[in-house]
Structures are given as structure tokens and as C-alpha cells.
């Protein structure tokens, strides 16, 4: 599978932005998927991740309230709806994907095994 990030920008704060990933994959719904971020000079962390189905969700604390994820399993979309910017969140954002089986820890990096090329968001009046 590979993954296409897109819809970052430059928004002020309070402003959304709405991230999109798409999969080249013929069994997208085998994969579990995710958002993490990295800012400069800060490690890659968790913001979202779905289940395989998209019935269960998982939000860092920052993200909770304000962003959304979603998937789309007959587009082989994942998209993260972000309200209420703050310039805290402007890092490069990543979409990963797992086909990994059993137990998963989707906030852990180490757990995905494809990853987008990153979209950036900088948030910024």
C-alpha cells in the first residue's frame, strides 16, 4: 500500500483544515490507520487513529474535541477534520497504515509500517 497526504496549509488560529490520505490498496479495510505529527526538533507524535471498520476511534489529549478522523473505506480515504487551530498544532502531519493483526498500540509510531510523505500545517495569524 502507499499513502498520499494532502490539504495542509497556512490557516490562523481558530481556522480548520481538513487532511486527506489516499491509499493505493485493493483491501484498505484490512488496515488500521492513524495521523501523527512531528514539529521541529520534537518527536513524531499520536493525534488520531481508526479501527479497521471506522467504528472506533482513538484522539491524543490535544486533539480531543477538535479533531475528527474519518474513513471512507470505499474511497480507501482517511481524512482528519481539525477545528480550532492553534499554533501548537502546526507541524507536518503524517497519515500511517498497519495490516498488523491482534493487539495494536495505534498511538506508537513503531506500530505502523507505511507511511504518507507528510502534509504541513502551520497555524499562524
Known amino acids: 500500500v502507499q499513502l498520499q497526504a494532502s490539504g495542509g496549509g497556512l490557516v490562523q488560529p481558530g481556522g480548520t483544515l481538513r487532511l486527506s490520505c489516499a491509499a493505493s490498496?485493493?483491501?484498505?479495510?484490512?488496515?488500521?490507520l492513524a495521523w501523527f505529527r512531528q514539529a521541529p526538533g520534537k518527536e513524531r507524535q499520536s493525534v488520531a487513529a481508526s479501527n479497521r471498520s471506522g467504528t472506533s476511534a482513538y484522539y491524543a489529549d490535544s486533539a480531543k474535541g477538535r479533531f475528527t478522523i474519518s474513513r471512507d473505506n470505499a474511497k480507501n480515504m482517511v481524512y482528519l477534520q481539525m477545528n480550532n487551530l492553534k499554533p501548537e498544532d502546526g507541524a507536518v502531519y503524517y497519515c500511517?497504515?498497519?495490516?498488523?493483526?491482534?493487539?495494536?498500540?495505534?498511538?506508537?509510531?513503531?506500530?505502523?509500517?507505511?507511511w504518507g510523505q507528510g502534509t504541513l500545517v502551520t497555524v499562524s495569524s
Open positions: 490498496t485493493r483491501t484498505f479495510s484490512a488496515y488500521a
Open positions: 500511517a497504515a498497519t495490516a498488523r493483526s491482534g493487539w495494536i498500540d495505534l498511538t506508537s509510531p513503531q506500530a505502523f509500517d507505511v
